[in-house]
Each structure stands twice: as C-alpha cells, then as structure tokens.
C-alpha cells in the first residue's frame, strides 16, 4: 500500500532544503579569506567565486606587464572579466 505525502508536508521538505542549501553556500563564502590581487598566485586567486585557471592566470598576467592593480574595479581591464565577476569578488579581495 502506497501512503501519498500530503502536499504542505512536501513543501515543508522542499523548503527546508533549499534553506539547508543557502545556509551552506553562506558558510562557504564565509571560508573565503581575503586574496591580495598584487600578490595572490593563480592558484589562490581561483579560491574566488567565479576565478578559474584560466581568469586566475589571466590577472596575474596582466598584473606582470601592467605592474600592480590600483584599485580594486582595475581588475575589470584582464580580459574575461566584466561587472559580475567583479561584482562576485570584490568584497574578497585587498590591495594589499
């Protein structure tokens, strides 16, 4: 005999969840600790949400023919990475 899952019984689930998830993603951000642009390798600048191989060598690359980032929205100049990207990491990443 199959039991049917009353319907707010199944939304209560749902909606745990999806906070059980959100609450995850929350504590992972807060793991990230601060990337210093100036000096981070591409291994650690792919710590940044958003940052893989690619982006990371690209940010170190340019900050070896450019010389150091000025500021934090100068990181917008490397090829591959616009407002979002810059949206999604700029509250992980120092100057200095």
């Known amino acids: ?30 793991d990230i600790s601060p990337v210093h642009i ?9 710590a940044l949400p958003g940052i893989g191989k690619k982006k990371a060598e690209a940010i170190v690359a340019y900050r070896e023919k450019n010389g150091k980032y000025r500021s934090i929205e ?10 979002d990207t810059l949206d999604k990491i700029k509250s992980y990443i120092v100057l200095e």
């Open 1 to 30: 005999m199959k039991r049917k899952v009353p319907g707010n019984i199944l939304r209560v689930i749902l909606i745990a969840l999806a906070i059980s998830i959100m609450v995850n993603s929350i504590s992972f951000a807060a």
């Open 38 to 46: 100036n000096q981070a390798t591409a291994k650690e600048l792919t």
């Open 74 to 83: 100068d990181i917008e100049k490397v090829e591959g990475i616009g407002k």
